[in-house]
């Protein structure tokens, strides 16, 4: 049981891709965003996004949620191609 109880602490943070809050997006590393906007974009599309294309997702939800957002916005609010 307690071998059980100490690997929960050890799990990773699980990368919800639009569903990541601006709270978290604006705490996050530059790798850490782009992973996020990468699963937003393939959830949406159901294929790779170019590196053009992630990259502005990327700018667009960090102005987003400097600006409009609040920090319960998630990131896919963002206005976004």
Same mark, same amino acid.
């Given at each position: =049981?307690?071998? *059980? $109880?100490?690997?929960?602490?050890?799990?990773?943070?699980? @990368?919800?891709?639009?569903? #990541?809050?601006?709270? +978290? %997006?604006?705490?996050?590393? +530059?790798? #850490?965003?782009? +992973?996020?906007? $990468?699963? =937003?974009?393939?959830?949406?599309?159901?294929?790779?996004?170019?590196?053009?294309?992630? #990259? *502005?997702?990327? @700018?667009?939800?960090?102005? %987003?949620?400097? #600006?409009?957002?609040?920090? @319960?916005?998630? $990131?896919?609010?963002?206005?976004?191609?």
């Amino acid at each position: =049981m307690a071998a *059980a $109880i100490s690997l929960a602490g050890c799990s990773s943070v699980i @990368n919800q891709g639009g569903d #990541t809050t601006c709270k +978290e %997006y604006l705490t996050q590393d +530059e790798a #850490t965003q782009n +992973e996020a906007v $990468i699963k =937003m974009l393939k959830d949406e599309n159901q294929q790779d996004p170019s590196g053009l294309q992630s #990259t *502005a997702a990327r @700018n667009s939800a960090l102005a %987003y949620c400097k #600006t409009l957002g609040n920090e @319960n916005s998630k $990131i896919k609010e963002a206005p976004h191609l």
